[in-house]
């Protein structure tokens, strides 16, 4: 599959249901630093990717599982999210 077709994917997918970033995902298509380095919470950030804002209390950003944000039908739809670790 190229990388539009996944692109385009993960975009549809987002509008409807949420964002998601899990940390298996994220090894699979980038380099990072080891697991037995992200030992805390604090290790990860999640920021929106248009203003750099941290994630709200909303959205799961942890070390076990990476980012998800469930679209809600009372909210706007989650935005997109950039994952960074430390």
Known sequence: MSVIAISL?????????GEFEPL??????YSFCADHFITQDSDIECV??????LAP????????????CVNSPSAAPCPDYLVRFW
């Open 9 to 17: 994917i993960t975009r549809l997918f987002s509008l409807f249901v």
């Open 24 to 29: 298996d995902s994220l090894r699979k298509h």
């Open 48 to 53: 929106a990717a248009k203003d750099g804002k």
């Open 57 to 68: 209390k909303s959205v799961t950003c942890n070390r076990k599982t990476g980012l998800a």
